[in-house]
């Protein structure tokens, strides 16, 4: 069956810092890969999406950024936090015409 | 621009008391609607996909049914550990490998015992 990892769960990142988060597919080959935040009082917002290995398109324009280095792996980047950034972000593929999600991470920035 | 409202934001049931969640949209080419349910601090996990008018789906005490407007998350007799956030999402699109969903802001449910 297939799983999803994703982390950290939670992080607490001073404005202005780096930021990574990783998140990786099990149990499947060449799935699409989201990034998804939400954040307080609003509803899902689509970051980024990849059909395959360094295959990224932008939904949302900001300081984020993402990567696909391996079919599998999907990264979501920053050089410099905003306070603005916090938020539950949320890792995602789809099968099938069903988007199945990851656990979240939980960024607070200070 | 594609739109999803859900209403209420907030329902309070006591156990046993049957209700509905609402889901509106407005989009252009619909594909498929969807419900998820997520608990706090996790992530939405997958309940139904619609995808024409007159659709329903089933699962325990849950049913989900679609029009060309709505849809509706029917709960009957609710237990408490069905307490959580219902989210509706929308897939629109001509076609390709990408499914994109437009959610709404969720309506979050409490069971009371």
């Known amino acids: 069956s297939q799983t999803i990892h994703q982390w950290p769960a939670t992080l607490v990142q001073p404005v202005g810092s780096p930021l990574s988060l990783e998140c990786t597919v099990e149990g499947t080959s060449n799935p699409n890969l989201y990034w998804y935040r939400q954040a307080a009082g609003r509803g899902l917002q689509l970051l980024f999406y990849s059909v395959g290995i360094g295959q990224i398109s932008s939904e949302v324009p900001q300081n984020l950024s993402a990567s696909r280095p391996q079919d599998r792996q999907f990264i979501l980047s920053s050089k410099k936090l905003l306070l603005s950034d916090s938020g539950f972000y949320l890792c995602?593929?789809?099968?099938?015409?069903?988007?199945?999600f990851g656990e979240g991470s939980w960024l607070t920035v200070v | 621009e594609d739109q999803v409202t859900q209403s209420p934001e907030a329902l309070r049931l006591q156990e046993g008391e049957s209700s509905s969640l609402n889901c509106s949209y407005t989009v252009s080419g619909l594909r498929g609607l969807f419900w998820y349910r997520q608990d706090p601090g996790k992530g939405p996990e997958f309940l139904f996909t619609?995808?024409?008018a007159g659709e329903e789906k089933e699962k325990e005490r849950l049913k989900a049914t679609l029009t060309k407007k709505e849809s509706f998350l029917h709960i009957t007799a609710p237990k408490p550990e069905d307490s959580a956030t219902y989210l509706c999402?929308?897939?629109?699109?001509?076609?390709?490998?990408?499914?994109?969903?437009?959610f709404g802001k969720g309506t979050l449910l409490t069971v009371n015992p």
């Open positions: 619609l995808y024409s």
């Open positions: 999402a929308v897939q629109v699109g001509s076609g390709g490998s990408n499914y994109k969903l437009t």
């Open positions: 995602a593929w789809s099968s099938q015409n069903t988007i199945y």
